[in-house]
């Protein structure tokens, strides 16, 4: 049974930097390319970064770009995101996805498994 577990999510305020991490188990890892997505309330989710399986290629969405970092240890089965000069409008749940491909995708669709998400709230 695969497993997507994140944490690392809370309040913080504007400026202030979360570290989130996405705990995978039940699947190959090294296998996924990997992906952040968010939602805030009355929003579609919507796509943050992506990664491959090796963690060398990356794709941000242009609202985290130059912010946020995703990376990957595949000896620990773990992805992060790292979230640095906080915005309120980065207020949202995040979600981790993995994807049964070589392939770095933004689209959700194409995401086999997913978490439950993990809350942040940025206060400005």
């Known amino acids: 049974q695969v497993q997507l577990v994140e944490s690392g999510g809370g309040l913080v305020q504007a400026g202030d930097s979360l570290r989130l991490s996405c705990a995978a188990s039940g699947l190959t890892f090294s296998s996924y390319a990997m992906g952040w997505f968010r939602q805030a309330p009355g929003k579609e989710r919507e796509f943050v970064a992506a990664i491959s399986r090796s963690g060398t290629n990356t794709v941000y969405a242009d609202s985290v770009k130059g912010r946020f970092t995703i990376s990957r240890d595949n000896a620990k089965n773990t992805m992060y995101l790292q979230m640095n000069s906080l915005k309120p409008e980065d207020t949202a749940v995040y979600y981790c996805?993995?994807?049964?491909?070589?392939?770095?995708?933004?689209?959700?669709?194409?995401?086999?498994?997913w978490g439950q998400g993990t809350q942040v709230t940025v206060s400005s």
């Open positions: 996805a993995a994807r049964n491909s070589w392939q770095v995708t933004t689209s959700k669709v194409t995401y086999d498994y």
